[in-house]
């Protein structure tokens, strides 16, 4: 019989279709939808929004305004997922105590965190535990642990090594006197096994001070470290974390070699 659809109330509807809804034809179970948008009302029969679903159309379903949102949705979030998707590094920081460790990292924070409010970087005291900071670079997020650098807190240093993908070593060029200490302990740290391979970014920090130590003197005081880097990236920086002179320099170069250093693969993949 033909017929296509009839309406649910009779009294608005034209005399074919009054007459069809009065009496709707019978129809073989199998043509009757089975799932979908349309619901069953009265007689057993589909309808959508009033009007009955004609018999074998499957497909009449109303397009669902939520399912397109949900679809677009997913998109979006996976581009934004796609966009700013990290991997993560952690990054030692170390050097004896007084050396400018903390005020670095505040000025990392500062100079790389956007909204970041960081203290003011002259009332900085000296690292007794472990600071910790997050700044994103690019696809890499840089996690520090700037670790305290008195002699007895120095013991703390390498259970942090095997965890570690690079390490910042800070020397206070303004202090002559301790040279040969920092130098002690920048020995130390790296011939230990834990840190083979991990990138070495040495800040000779103060350089704002008209009376420091110049990068050429430092590296004749460490020349006979020369031969126990290894192969590894290393580089001497000069730098201020009290003016910020050197920093992103130095950041920039940690964050190139972490990423492509295959050994030590990043700490967290594809973080967003
Ligand atoms: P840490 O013990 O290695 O963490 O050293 P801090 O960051 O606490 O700094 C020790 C002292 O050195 C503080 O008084 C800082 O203000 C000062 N300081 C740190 N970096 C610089 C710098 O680049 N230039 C100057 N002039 N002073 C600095």
């Avoid at 000296?126 to 900071?133: A, D, E, K, S």
């Avoid at 890499?140 to 390498?158: H, I, K, N, T, V």
């Avoid at 001497?236 to 910020?244: D, F, N, R, V, Y």
Wanted: net charge positive.
């Amino acid at each position: 019989m033909p017929y296509f659809f009839w309406l649910e109330r009779p009294t608005t509807a034209p005399r074919f279709l009054h007459r069809v809804a009065t009496n709707p034809p019978e129809l073989p179970p199998q043509l009757l939808p089975s799932t979908g948008s349309a619901s069953f009302v009265g007689a057993d029969k589909p309808t959508v929004g009033g009007l009955v679903v004609p018999a074998g159309i499957r497909s009449f379903q109303k397009a669902s305004p939520f399912s397109k949102r949900s679809r677009m949705y997913t998109l979006l979030s996976g581009l934004y997922k796609y966009m700013f998707r990290r991997d993560e590094y952690c990054i030692l920081i170390l050097g004896l105590d007084n050396a400018g460790k903390t005020t670095f990292l505040e000025q990392t924070k500062t100079r790389f965190n956007k909204n970041y409010k960081g203290m003011s970087l002259s009332k900085i005291t000296t690292t007794v535990g472990l600071n910790i900071g997050t700044i994103d670079v690019g696809k890499a997020r840089l996690m520090f642990w700037d670790l305290g650098g008195q002699e007895e807190l120095q013991s703390l240093w390498d259970k942090y090594y095997a965890e570690s993908h690079g390490v910042i070593y800070v020397i206070d060029s303004t202090d002559e006197e301790r040279l040969s200490e920092t130098k002690r302990a920048f020995e130390k740290m790296i011939t230990s096994e834990a840190l083979e391979g991990v990138p070495i970014l040495v800040l000779a920090n103060k350089q704002d001070v008209e009376t420091c130590l110049s990068i050429p003197d430092i590296k004749t005081a460490f020349s006979d470290c020369i031969n126990k880097i290894g192969k590894r990236d290393c580089l001497t920086q000069a730098c201020s974390a009290l003016t910020g002179k050197g920093v992103n320099e130095g950041i920039e170069w940690m964050v190139k070699c972490v990423v492509r250093n295959i050994h030590r693969p990043p700490r967290q993949k594809d973080i967003t």
